[in-house]
């Protein structure tokens, strides 16, 4: 595939995009947003289980 046709956003966006160097930023923000909403999604995937969680015994120190 083309740069343009791979390019994300609006298809009227896309060559502005590119024209500016912007791309390269715009994929690592879309790769960011998508590993927080795996991140997300497998937090509530844990939680949703009902086990108990381990937090310790605090030290006190004094």
Do not use: C, F, H, Y
Request: aromatic share 2%; charged share 20%.
């Amino acid at each position: 595939m083309s740069e343009m046709s791979d390019a994300p956003g609006p298809p009227r966006q896309r060559g502005r995009l590119i024209i500016n160097g912007w791309l390269g930023e715009v994929q690592g923000l879309q790769t960011s947003l998508t590993k927080a909403q795996e991140k997300l999604a497998s937090l509530d995937r844990s939680s949703s289980t009902g086990s108990p969680v381990t937090l310790g015994m605090p030290i006190i120190t004094g």
